[in-house]
């Protein structure tokens, strides 16, 4: 993979620009989150998004937008933005047990050691070490919950994308997913508007300036980017520089935030790195050397 990166630069610099900007997305939404309801900002999202393209075929915005985007929401409403972040690193590794289930690609017991790793610091994460001594919030651990969903989402949105970006250019995959989206977020969000139509006396400038980043930036630029940078690479590849999100989340969510990091949160996302690791960068370096140990 360095030889292409330096070959062929510009699908890597598109897939790290994206996760640059989802990196700083999860600060963003947890902040906008507080004058806009949910459903109503993710309308409002992809409805100014889809504005930008034409849609000329119907194909995986319930995985990718709808299902995705309601999990991911829901989720970091209840819990950190930290959390979120560092439990979005196990979409590369469902994306390796994904490959072999699925798409009978190899994988190697290495890559199987890293995934259980990563599993286990997803885990403490959870909350799994909270839970035991009985002493674990119900909203954080429901929100964690929720950002695996919406991992899990993903990952099965990118792979059937992936199949579809042989055929359809990826504008046009990314215009579909946004009007799919926009019109599954519709109903839940006129009824939020019902429940409290005045919302939106209280939006602030900065709700404001939230949603614009999160239209133009995360929603037109990142998904654009990830998708033609997708095209050009992998789904396991470009699920690799995932590891942008949770350095710029973490940074922006301390700073901006003020969020802590804990002790068990520390050992639980050494060993999700760790275990991303092993599951994904190491295996082609293992099939290289080790051609005996296949599972």
């Known amino acids: 993979m360095r030889s292409q990166i330096f070959s062929k630069p510009l699908p890597y610099l598109a897939l790290i620009i994206a996760h640059l900007i989802w990196g700083a997305n999860f600060v963003v939404a947890k902040i906008t989150l507080q004058e806009f309801p949910p459903m109503t900002l993710a309308l409002l999202r992809f409805a100014f998004a889809s504005l930008v393209h034409l849609p000329k075929l119907v194909a995986i915005g319930v995985l990718i937008i709808t299902l ?22 196990t979409i590369p590794m469902l994306s390796v047990l994904l490959g072999w289930w699925f798409l009978k690609e190899k994988v190697y017991l290495i890559n199987l050691l890293g995934i259980g790793l990563g599993l286990i610091g997803a885990l403490i994460i959870l909350g799994l070490p909270e839970i035991l001594a009985g002493s674990f919030s119900t909203q954080i651990l429901l929100g964690n919950f929720l950002i695996i969903l919406s991992s899990i989402c993903w990952v099965i949105g990118a792979v059937i994308a992936r199949q579809i970006l042989k055929i359809y250019p990826s504008l046009i995959v990314t215009a579909i997913a946004f009007m799919v989206g926009t019109l599954t977020f519709f109903i839940p969000a006129a009824l939020e508007y019902m429940q409290n139509p005045a919302f939106f006396e209280d939006v602030t400038v900065l709700g404001f300036l ?19 940078g997708l095209s050009k690479t992998s789904v396991i590849v470009a699920d690799l520089f995932q590891y942008i999100e949770p350095a710029i989340a973490t940074i922006l969510a301390i700073l901006i935030l003020g969020e802590i990091i804990s002790e068990s949160f520390l050992i639980g996302a050494s060993l999700i790195v760790g275990g991303v690791f092993l599951g994904t960068f190491a295996k082609e370096r293992y099939h290289r050397h080790h051609k005996t140990h296949r599972v």
């Open 68 to 89: 995705n985007i309601t999990f991911f929401f829901e989720g970091i409403k209840r819990t950190t933005a930290i959390n979120a972040s560092i439990l979005t690193l």
């Open 210 to 228: 939230g949603l614009i980043y999160m239209t133009l930036l995360s929603s037109i630029s990142a998904y654009f980017l990830f998708e033609w």
